[in-house]
């Protein structure tokens, strides 16, 4: 079993410092895959990776909500969005994401729409490539 990362990632970074394997790649171009994403081939199901996300955005595979109930405040980063968000990542590099949306108090969005896109990151998408494009964001 493999862990998911899911649209509520704002590209911390904590997670990808902790990977015992090396298996959590940044999606890049951000415009087309807008947060990190593990390797399910490679990842071991440590579980390092869930305490480093200030986000709450990372879930053992088979615990990735399907009925996620926003407490308020929280963002979901996906293509098409166009809400902005700035801040900073766990290295105190700033960011700015334009593809996310603030979700309100009580909003309920299904997760389980976020696992396929880990598997074709690496499937049919940039995958580990995206580490030679990194530069820390």
């Known amino acids: 079993m493999t862990h998911i990362i899911t649209s509520l990632c704002l590209r911390d970074r904590g997670c990808i410092e902790v990977c015992p394997v090396e298996c959590i790649i940044p999606g890049l171009p951000l415009e087309k895959h807008p947060w990190m994403y593990i390797d399910p081939d490679t990842c ?16 053992p595979e088979d615990e990735v909500p399907a009925v996620y109930t926003a407490k308020g405040g929280e963002y979901i980063s996906k293509v098409g ?23 309100t108090a009580g909003e309920v969005v299904n997760l389980r729409d976020d696992i396929q896109p880990n598997y074709d990151f690496f499937k049919s998408g940039p995958g580990y490539g995206a580490k030679d494009q990194d530069k820390g964001i």
């Open 44 to 59: 071991i199901d440590c579980g390092a990776c869930i305490p480093e996300c200030p986000y709450a955005a990372i879930f």
């Open 81 to 103: 969005l166009t809400g902005r968000f700035e801040g900073t990542n766990h290295n105190g590099t700033h960011l700015v994401l334009d593809t996310v949306k603030q979700l």
